[in-house]
């Protein structure tokens, strides 16, 4: 006869079995080293009772009367049973799985049943009246030893870390109320969820190993959220600061656990330079502006052919007028007026065909026109569009011929509307300024075929300002806002009315709002609502372990700004002295050269101190930051990009007047000083761009001062202040530049108590007996080393147009056109050039612009180099090689100034100035 088992017997097996079957649905072979949340709801539950076959009907029941039962014949000391099994567990050294998985299942259970909302939010007696429901307590409030369940969750993360990540990692931990907070924190992040965070951590520009603060990370994930209908944006804003704060700890160990992957990567892989070179085709519009340069209280309106270019293909500035066929050039725009004689061919299709056939602008022509303003395309004038808006003003455009059916139209619709002349149109067009009411459009036949009527949309854009992230600008550049609604509309910013759309329509440029704090701004009129984020609060993120240095010209040295990987004794000294001579020496020559007596430069005089290096120095911060500041700060925030945003911001800081030499002149003199690495963009005047990380470079100088280059932000620069207090000196200079940043020293009062402070904030640097220009120089390769790994090019045939040909001149140190030359640049109308210099025996060598200038030089004897006591001259036209340039910078942590057909760099050592003519190949010549 068998034994049979007990209703009592029963239970314990269910609970072993529901334990056992959760701890293999959490914590598996897949779930290995990742993030696991006890997420347990009734699908769940039915899905594992299936497993152990139990009906979906009875799986609920048998759950909860199973972990009813780990209580014995108490049930209402189930929570202290499960905290004596559970420490029992521990103390024997956490083997097997934990005996009380099933119990915290059934209190986050409890927190998917609570019936709160976004209104009421999330009470306590609601989750125990649930928790109590599910273990049929009798009676309300917390259940007896309910808060043992806090030691039971640092159980389980102490088991996990213990088998280190072998069951996964549980994020566990409290908000809101006591106790409470710990099974709801399961609730806050599903796996569904974390598809859309790792999307989140990518598209906030996000690497793993970045240290970032809870406040940051919130303000991101409140911007990617403000946009996205989903169950955490539902969470996220519904009010609750125990809910934010929640999920956004739930955000922070998701990325602090996150290894980059998992993520789709959306960045365009690169182009191809064919397929860049391949004819492009833009359709051109009509646009009429106000004159009123010429005439500003009576301006007159003039007709245009106009046309935008994709953002990614960038043009050189100044481009000969033969190639553009009458068309002018700015930013990714083209215009052309219409002449007066010639306004017929508006009638007709037609095209342009610009920059050696490599560009068509197309234009369809047309007897009828309708335009709106261009608010929404960032432009004041008025463009041609193949809508008509209920209203809106609009612009109609007509030739004798549509005449009848446009007057006829607006007469059926009563619509106000006056004459307007158009300056250079001929009186066979005409032009009315037509107010289309709110009203449903009647149309006619005619008009119907070539355009829709349709009614006014709301539409909120964003243009120009310094853009940092997704939705996200500085707070002193913010963007301009074009708006596009019904007329007398109110526009909300953070719920506060700020001004009144009289026509419905206009660009607002919030700079002129006076937006003071740092923070999330809500732009909203009608049912519409936009988000974005200004804040000049950032932190500097750039850190060594995630930049990757470029490499140079030797294929060797490893640099990055003012910090050299490699180790220098590697290196031959390129300088010693004995008497009144100097030892020069590279990898493979070396020489003597004699000393002028009047020459008396070591680098570290003792009668010479920081305050005679040529620097105008200031303790005091500026009042307004510099618009060379701002852009670098927006360059580091950004870490990296392309060419194309770089203009961006050097549109916005100075202007689009000669764009194209103010990014050159701001490229040049941010990798002068180490502050930015450019990589070229093939063969066009493009570059890649990387904000390089903080290091120092050591100045000659007697006193113990350093020079900070690499990315900063104005916030980071505030906490090295912090760091500093009266340990270390900080001190600035105003270049005499405008378009170089900021110079900021590090004084000490021994180079102990620098180096010291400079571990402290884990700076880089190279420390040793030498100073950073030294220690760079000795590194370097000498001038005919760049000629040797030099690669051979055919050079372009003379017949090919595409190209055009300009030779170095020696006397005037100039580029010229057609000019007969050994060392020639071809460019083309897509700013793309080579440079091409020809040997003594006929190979053809691609260079570099620096390199090619210098090597003709060289060749040719001609004199480049004026030095007296700490001062070194190069003669304009004849830059020097990217690293060469940083060795002199370094020496004072500024650019050089121009002057009198020189480029003068100051607190030069004699045995910089030397060493770097001999590796270049010249002569130094002294000035008295």
């Not at 191809?272 to 007159?300: G, H, M, V, W």
């Not at 390129?574 to 000393?595: D, M, R």
């Not at 194309?644 to 701001?666: H, N, P, Q, R």
């Not at 100051?906 to 130094?924: D, M, T, W």
């Amino acid at each position: 006869m068998k034994t049979k088992i007990t209703s009592k017997e029963i239970s314990l097996i269910n609970y072993d079995s529901w334990n056992k079957i959760l701890c293999e649905h959490f914590f598996n072979k897949k779930n290995e080293k990742k993030i696991v949340y006890l997420y347990v709801n009734e699908n769940l539950i039915k899905k594992l009772g299936a497993k152990l076959g139990i009906s979906g009907d009875d799986a609920m029941s048998s759950f909860c009367k199973s972990v009813r039962s780990f209580g014995r014949n108490e049930p209402d000391l189930v929570f202290e049973k499960a905290y004596i099994w559970g420490r029992k567990w521990f103390n024997q050294g956490i083997i097997g799985y934990p005996p009380f998985i099933a119990v915290l299942a059934l209190t986050v259970l409890a927190a998917t049943k609570m019936k709160g909302n976004r209104e009421k939010g999330i009470g306590a007696g609601n989750y125990y009246l649930r928790l109590r429901g599910l273990l049929e307590l009798k009676g309300e409030g917390r259940p007896f030893y309910f808060e043992k369940t806090k030691i039971l969750w640092s159980y389980l993360t102490s088991w996990q870390k213990e088998n280190k990540g072998r069951f996964g990692y549980t994020n566990v931990f409290r908000y809101g109320q006591p106790y409470v907070g710990y099974p709801m924190s399961q609730c806050l992040v599903k796996d569904a969820d974390r598809q859309l965070l790792y999307e989140f951590f990518y598209w906030a520009g996000l690497r793993p190993g970045l240290k970032v603060n809870a406040n940051s990370m919130r303000e991101q994930f409140e911007l990617f959220l403000s946009t996205k209908i989903c169950r955490l944006s539902r969470l996220f804003f519904n009010k609750s600061k125990g809910i934010q704060e929640g999920i956004i700890q739930a955000v922070l160990f998701e990325y602090q656990n996150w290894n980059g992957t998992n993520n789709l990567d959306p960045r365009e892989s690169a182009i191809d330079i064919q397929e860049k070179n391949k004819p492009k085709k833009y359709n051109l519009f009509l646009r009429i502006d106000e004159d009123k340069q010429t005439n500003f209280f009576n301006p007159k309106i003039k007709l245009g052919l106009f046309s935008i270019v994709d953002e990614d293909t960038i043009f050189k500035e100044n481009m000969e007028n033969e190639e553009l066929e009458g068309f002018r050039y700015n930013n990714n725009t083209f215009y052309k007026e219409v002449i007066l004689n010639q306004d017929t061919l508006i009638n007709n299709k037609h095209s342009y065909s610009l920059l050696n056939n490599q560009l068509e602008l197309v234009f369809e022509g047309g007897n009828l026109f309708f335009l709106h303003r261009g608010t929404d395309l960032g432009i004041n004038g008025w463009i041609n569009r193949d809508s008509i808006v209920q209203g809106k003003d609009h612009i109609a455009l007509f030739s004798s011929e549509a005449e009848k059916i446009v007057r006829t139209w607006i007469d059926l619709n009563k619509f106000l509307y006056k004459e307007i002349t158009i300056s250079n149109l001929s009186s066979s067009w005409k032009c009315l300024l037509v107010k289309v009411h709110e009203k449903e459009i009647l149309g006619s036949e005619e008009l119907e075929k070539q355009f829709l009527f349709t009614q006014a949309q709301d539409k909120i854009t964003f243009q120009e300002g310094l853009k940092v992230g997704n939705m996200e600008w500085l707070l002193d550049a913010p963007p301009e806002v074009s708006i596009i609604t019904t007329p007398k509309t109110t526009i909300f910013i953070n719920d506060v009315p700020v001004l009144s759309l009289i026509n419905g329509e206009d660009t607002i440029n919030l700079k002129n709002i006076h937006l003071k704090e740092s923070q999330i701004y809500r732009i909203r009129f009608n049912d519409i609502q936009k988000t974005i984020l200004l804040k000049n609060n950032h932190e500097n993120l750039i850190t060594f372990s995630e930049f990757k240095p470029k490499e140079f010209s030797d294929g060797k040295l490893k640099i990055a700004g003012t910090y050299i990987y490699d180790v220098l004794e590697t290196y031959p000294r390129p300088y010693k002295q004995k008497g009144f001579k100097a030892f020069l020496s590279s990898k493979n020559t070396h020489t003597s050269k004699i000393i002028p007596k009047f020459i008396n430069a070591m680098p570290f005089n003792l009668n010479r101190d920081y305050l005679n290096m040529g620097v105008r120095f200031s303790a005091d911060d500026p009042t307004k930051v510099r618009p060379i500041d701002l852009f670098f700060e927006y360059l580091t925030i950004r870490k990296e990009g392309n060419w194309d945003s770089f203009l961006k911001g050097i549109k916005w800081c100075f202007g689009s007047e000669d764009i194209g030499l103010t990014a050159y002149k701001v490229r040049q003199k941010l990798s002068q000083l180490g502050f930015v690495e450019f990589i070229r963009d093939g063969d066009s005047n493009k570059y890649f761009w990387n904000v390089i990380p903080m290091s120092i470079a050591v100045l000659p100088s007697k006193d113990p001062i350093v020079y900070l280059t690499g990315g900063r932000t104005r916030e980071s620069t505030k906490q090295l202040k912090g760091f500093a207090e009266r340990k270390i000196k900080i001190i600035q200079s105003i270049p005499n530049s405008h378009y170089e940043p900021l110079s900021i020293y590090l004084l000490g009062n021994t180079l102990d108590s620098l180096e010291e402070f400079l571990n402290t904030l884990s700076i880089k640097f190279n420390w040793g007996l030498d100073y950073f220009s030294y220690d760079l120089l000795r590194c370097l390769p000498i001038l005919n080393e760049y000629i040797n790994n030099a690669s051979e090019y055919q050079e372009p045939r003379s017949n090919n147009t595409y190209w055009v040909v300009k030779g170095w001149d020696l006397f005037s140190h100039k580029w010229i056109k057609d000019k007969d030359s050994p060392l020639k640049i071809y460019l083309n109308g897509f700013g793309q050039y080579i440079c091409l210099y020809k040997t003594s025996n006929n190979k053809t060598l691609k260079l570099s612009r620096e390199i090619g200038k210098l090597y003709y030089a060289q060749l040719q004897g001609v004199s480049l180099l004026q030095y007296k006591n700490y001062e070194l001259k190069v003669k304009q036209g004849y830059e020097l090689p990217e690293l060469y340039e940083r060795v002199l910078t370094s020496c004072v942590g500024q650019c050089p100034v121009e002057g009198n057909g020189y480029r003068v760099y100051r607190n030069v050592p004699h045995e910089i100035a030397i060493s770097l003519a001999y590796k270049l190949g010249f002569q130094l010549n002294f000035n008295f």
